[in-house]
Structure formats: C-alpha cells, structure tokens
C-alpha cells in the first residue's frame, strides 16, 4: 500500500494542491524580484516561465510517448489556455494598481464560482459544509480587502475577473481529468501557452539576459510545470469544490515569504483573515475525512 493510499483521495487531494499553492508562492517570489529589482519586463518574464516550464515537460511526454499528446477534448483544451491566459491578463492588470495582499484576497471569491461550476456542470454535491467552509474562507477575504475603506477602486473589479476565469480553469481541469491525464493536461497547458506569451513579449524584445536573471527563468520555469502538474494530480483526486479552501493557503503563503524575502509586514487584519481562512481549509479537511470513513 503506498503512502497516497493510506491518505484516500480526499487527503491525497488536499496534499496536492498545498504543494502547487506552496510552489505557486515561490513563484511569485522569484516572479516579484525578477520584475522589480532585476528591471525583468512581465510580459518576457511569464514567456520565459511558461517556456522553460515547457522544456522541462518533455521528458514527460518521451516516457509517455504520443499518448500524452492524444486527445479527443481539443476544443476543451483550447477553452481552458484561453481561460488561464484572460485570467493571467486581468491578475497582472490588476497588480498595477491594487496592492498585493489585495489582489490575493479578492482571488479568494474564485470558490464561489467554483463551487457553483461545480454543482451545476459537474455534478457535485454543495454540501452544508463546504458551504461553510467557502463562506468563512469568504469572510477573511472580506476582512483584508476592507471593501468599506477609501482605497476601494473600481480597479479591484480586474481581479474578480481573474478570481473567475481562473475557477473556470479549475472546472475545466476538474471536467477533464474525467479523459484526460494529469500530464496531458500539463503539457498542453504549457505547449499553448508560450505562443500567445511570445507574441505579448515581442515588442518589448525575448532576450533572457543573463546570470541571476537567468537563473531566476530556469528556477520559475521547473517550479511551475511541478505546480501544474500538482493542480492536476490534486483535481484528478478529489473534487473541485472541496479542494478550493486548500487553494486559499497561498494567501498566508504568499504573506509569509514576502516578509522573509522583502520585510514587508501586512497590516493586523491579515492575520485576522488568514486565520479564519486556515480554519476553514482545515474545518473542510476534517469533515471530508469523516465522510470518507463512513462511506469505506
């Protein structure tokens, strides 16, 4: 019996995507220097993540062979590029504008479009508890967007619109796993991605650069094929609406590799919110767990 089957799915599920939000948090670590004290344009930066993502994929598809590449959801594939790409657009337009600690609570109204999705499209039940659990999760997003306050702009609306292409990947992704393997579901992610990130860079020129700069690439690159290939081992596990309170973990995530890395220290609210965010995710946890004892 190996590890994973001790866990069950809801657990195994769980495991994966605290390890893509972990690795998504490192990301944006090396994302944020990159563009900010390396002078790295955003547009070339994600070209080259998706990129070298893709390069580090491969090997992937040789040990796979052509089946990685074979499928009959094409269109669905094309939907789902499309949707992650609109999402990635409005998530930086809005980084322009709205602070960082912002922009990842208003991400946190994605589990109301997902869990949506989810009981309509994918027909999973919207339990009583994952109610809860999302609301509560909600409502520490609530309290650090502080919608109430004078910094509350209309620009804020760019990211609710990626919190809501981004749930749409997620159902994608959950709908896919039906057919669709999690490598297959990677390597078209990262293979259609770097077209439509190379034509947004061209005007601002593809060179890498070099040392550090590069580094940074190459290290971004291989984090996010393992994250991508985490976020579908995850949905392939467990079911979309309950994984979401996991995904809201690169909130604090996020919060706490900013201060090792740049001693910026978010206002007592954050704590706040993030609690309440961490005791859902772990209230969720605890009650899926039960349910899949009962029903063994």
């Known amino acids: 019996m190996t590890l994973f089957q001790t866990f069950g799915p809801a657990r195994t599920g769980a495991f994966w995507m ?3 939000g972990t690795l998504f948090a490192v990301i944006n ?5 990159a563009t900010m004290m390396l002078a790295v344009p955003s547009a070339r930066m994600a070209f080259w993540q998706y990129f070298i993502a893709l390069l580090f994929s491969l090997p992937w598809v040789a040990r796979e062979g052509l089946r990685a590449l074979k499928t009959g959801n094409l269109l669905l594939h094309l939907i789902r590029v499309a949707s992650a790409v609109i999402g990635v657009q409005l998530w930086i337009a809005g ?3 709205v602070p960082i600690w912002q922009a990842i609570a208003l991400i946190m109204l994605s589990p109301f479009f997902v869990t949506l999705g989810a009981n309509l499209f994918l027909e ?3 339990t009583p508890e994952r109610w809860l659990a999302v609301t509560v999760g909600f409502l520490g997003g609530m309290i650090i967007l502080a919608p109430w306050s004078e910094s509350f702009t209309p620009y804020v609306l760019y990211p609710v619109g990626a919190a809501a292409f981004w749930a ?3 159902l994608l992704t959950k709908r896919m796993t039906r057919s669709e393997s999690p490598e297959s579901l990677t390597v078209y992610l990262l293979l259609l991605l770097s077209p439509v990130n190379l034509a947004l860079t061209l005007g601002e020129g593809v060179a890498p650069g070099g040392g550090l700069t590069t ?6 690159g291989l984090l996010t094929a393992l994250a991508q290939y985490a976020i579908a081992r995850a949905y392939a596990s467990a079911d979309a609406a309950y994984l979401q309170p996991f995904d809201h973990l690169k909130l604090p995530l996020n919060v706490g590799f900013g201060i090792l890395a740049f001693g910026f220290m978010p206002p007592g609210a954050m704590w706040l919110g993030s609690a309440l965010i961490l005791a859902a995710s772990f209230y969720l946890l605890r009650q899926e767990s039960r349910g899949a004892l009962a029903t063994a």
Do not use: D, N, P
């Open 29 to 33: 670590l090396l994302t944020q220097y």
């Open 215 to 220: 580094l940074i690439l190459v290290a971004a």
């Open 95 to 97: 980084l322009a504008h």
């Open 168 to 170: 749409l990947t997620s």
């Open 18 to 20: 605290v390890l893509a």
């Open 124 to 126: 999973e039940a919207a």
